[in-house]
């Protein structure tokens, strides 16, 4: 048995994840009944993930900070401008999409027990409090913003502190890596739980009466994640993107289609980016800081939802106006990390750009829910890789322009 777990161990995560899910598939189709017990693996890993992040996020970025060289430079300016430009691009090609293939629905599923926030000021307001948020209760709840806040501002106060206690600080970093690791090694497991319980509890039968909404939601999604993200790539580094396009959907994608949570793939992208051997001073901050901002997913599904409501209601838009749309969606999908509900309790406020109802709006957020089993995963697992494939960007970049040779594993 300890050979086999060696044997098993030795195969890379990536295949070892394919075989999870071909697994999960095999017992949601021949023994459904069990999911009681199955479908506990996929609740376990995911609840070790959001658990380890926001220590790990905390740690890793107060330790990075303190100990962070003057004259050392970071990329942090270019990784959030590379953040903002893909959230952009991604509102505007859902506007062009939804014009060049309009969608209508039939309005009547429900949302219930769901509160959209009213305006984009209580967007911003939430964000803000959100930054000032106590410490402990930040790390509680998930809270990326506060958290990050918090270590920055500790990780400055400490850089002056002896160097006994930087060297605990490293210890408890590397300590939580370590656990990081362990937890991840059970990824295999977890998504085949994961994704029998999807199987079993959604099928996809429900989604049959959505096939062009979810053609336009998923269309768009991929063509950012293979033409859009890979054009921002290759313009900064001016190398075949593919390779690093391909390993950050393939390593970090996967994991994020099927945890849906950008926290919890946290963890998964701070391993990819140490395997391409980017700067740690950067990437402790740059990716939870994307996991928070970094949405280019969100900002398709507010656009694509929203001017679905608009020519179900035969409401007649000029593009430009819909382009304001775009950059309402990428303001509103990046400053909503403290809402419940994610990008689809954005619709609402989108949708009063237009003039139209909050119970109409509210409506549309049903059928948000009634596809999210494909549409959040496609999302998240959009967001998240590319929060790591802008890293190593930016990275790659920087290193192009001293002269230094730019080596990219497929």
């Not at 009063?352 to 119970?359: E, T």
Request: glycine share 8%; proline share 3%; hydrophobic share 55%.
């Amino acid at each position: 048995m300890k050979n086999l777990i060696l044997k098993w161990n030795q195969v890379s995560l990536v295949k070892r994840i394919l075989v999870g899910i071909i697994i999960g598939i095999l017992l949601a189709v021949t023994i459904p009944d069990a999911a009681e017990w199955i479908s506990i693996f996929g609740t376990l890993f995911v609840g070790a993930l959001k658990a380890v992040a926001p220590v790990l996020v905390f740690f890793l970025v107060m330790h990075a900070i303190s100990k962070h060289r003057s004259g050392h430079k970071t990329n942090i300016k270019s990784i959030i401008a590379l953040y903002g430009i893909s959230t952009f691009l991604a509102g505007f090609v859902a506007v062009l999409a939804s014009f060049l293939f309009p969608v209508t629905l039939s309005l009547g599923a429900g949302a219930e027990d769901v509160t959209p926030p009213g305006g984009i000021v209580e967007v911003l307001k939430t964000l803000l409090i959100n930054i000032v948020d106590n410490p402990i209760n930040a790390l509680l709840n998930g809270n990326y913003i506060g958290i990050l806040t918090w270590a920055i501002l500790l990780g400055i106060a400490l850089r002056k502190a002896a160097d006994s206690t930087k060297n605990t600080l490293a210890n408890f970093s590397d300590a939580i890596s370590q656990l990081v690791k362990w937890v991840i090694q059970f990824a295999p497991i977890g998504i085949m739980g994961l994704v029998f319980d999807a199987i079993v509890t959604n099928g996809l039968s429900a989604l049959l009466d959505y096939g062009k909404l979810l053609l336009v939601l998923l269309g768009c999604m991929f063509f950012i994640a293979l033409v859009v993200n890979p054009i921002i790539v290759f313009i900064n580094i001016r190398k075949n993107p593919y390779p690093l396009v391909f390993k950050c959907l393939r390593e970090s994608g996967i994991t994020a289609f099927f945890t849906r949570s950008s926290a919890a793939n946290i963890p998964v992208n701070m391993r990819l980016c140490e395997n391409l051997g980017l700067d740690e001073d950067t990437y402790s901050v740059s990716i939870p800081l994307g996991a928070t901002i970094n949405m280019a997913g969100a900002a398709v599904t507010i656009s694509v939802l929203t001017l679905a409501a608009v020519h179900t209601l035969g409401i007649d838009v000029d593009f430009g106006t819909a382009l304001i749309l775009s950059v309402l969606a990428a303001v509103s999908a990046a400053g909503a990390s403290g809402v419940a509900g994610g990008s689809l309790l954005l619709i609402p406020l989108a949708c009063s750009l237009f003039g139209i109802s909050n119970d109409i709006a509210m409506q549309v957020v049903g059928v948000g829910f009634i596809i999210g089993v494909l549409q959040d995963s496609c999302e998240t697992g959009l967001n998240s890789s590319s929060d790591a494939l802008f890293t190593a960007t930016a990275e790659y970049a920087k290193r192009r322009k001293e002269g230094k040779e730019v080596r990219i594993s497929a």
